[in-house]
């Protein structure tokens, strides 16, 4: 399964204190037990910044832990930064059991429409089901497409272009 988080940070003063601690968040969120990859996306040139941290986890479980708890997850580590979000959305999707690795040069496609809707010559898309938390889309497609022939996509409703912003880690267990 993977679980998507969804950020729209609007105090442009914190940004860099945020991306550094969210950083260092992601290797402490990789020590709970069942979660087992994470990668952060930028959507490129918005104001305020949106961002996304997606994760690879064992299942819905995983944020009733004790060690999940512990480790700050849910929000109880980023209080500081609560009043700089605009959005803040969390979804786990059933139906994709490893979060893809996007590298530099790529870019993640994700798209909240049905499968037709998608159909877009040449894209392998992967669909995921809401099945916990916020879940404010029933269905998302993913695809990883190299960054020039995410440029060259017409907008569509429901479309979002992320680049990494920062490699894909994984735990070490």
Request: hydrophobic residues 40%.
């Amino acid at each position: 399964m993977i679980y998507m988080v969804e950020h729209t940070f609007s105090m442009p003063e914190l940004e860099d204190e945020w991306n550094t601690w969210y950083a260092g968040n992601l290797h402490v969120l990789l020590s709970v037990p069942g979660i087992e990859s994470a990668q952060r996306f930028r959507i490129p040139n918005t104001e305020p910044p949106r961002f996304m941290a997606m994760y690879t986890v064992a299942g819905p479980e995983v944020f009733d832990t004790d060690a999940y708890r512990s480790a700050g997850g849910g929000g109880a580590n980023s209080v500081r930064f609560r009043p700089a979000y605009q959005v803040w959305i969390r979804n786990i999707f059933a139906g994709i059991d490893v979060a893809p690795e996007v590298k530099q040069g790529q870019c993640l496609l994700s798209i909240d429409a049905e499968r037709a809707f998608a159909d877009v010559s040449g894209i392998a898309w992967q669909w995921g089901r809401s099945v916990a938390l916020h879940r404010t889309t029933p269905l998302r497609g993913l695809a990883v497409v190299a960054a020039a022939r995410a440029q060259d996509l017409p907008a569509r409703p429901g479309l979002t272009v992320y680049e990494p912003h920062g490699a894909r880690l994984t735990s070490n267990r």
